[in-house]
């Protein structure tokens, strides 16, 4: 690993893509230094990967030699965001309030 991506730290995102279309794609991200990402996709094919938010996923469609780049979508675009159900929410808080109520105790005695 290069010191550039070292000194980038833990700052990769999650990302996501699906090939919708009905031919083979090469997807691959070039524009990182020293950094390689490259993957054949068959149509409706799925996949998710980490890579830095600056990353740009190039996505190339045709037969792998002679392959056309039909699309660059920039990673943070493609980026998971986490849903949070109202339930763990609810349990989360609950969990907050009887660490405030041991922590109130222990404080008192």
């Known amino acids: ?42 149509p409706g094919q799925r996949m998710m990967f980490e890579a830095w938010p600056e990353a740009v996923l190039e996505i190339h469609t045709g037969a792998v030699a002679s392959a056309i780049l039909s699309d660059k979508i920039p990673c943070y ?11 763990e929410v609810r349990d989360e808080a609950e969990d907050e309030a009887q660490v405030r109520a041991v922590e109130q105790y222990a404080v008192c005695a």
């Open 77 to 87: 675009v493609l980026r998971v965001i986490e849903e949070i159900n109202a339930d």
């Open 1 to 42: 690993m290069s010191n550039q991506l070292s000194s980038q730290g833990n700052s990769l995102i999650l990302c996501y893509y699906a090939n919708v279309s009905h031919q083979i794609q090469v997807v691959r991200i070039g524009n990182i230094p020293n950094w390689y990402f490259e993957r054949v996709m068959f």
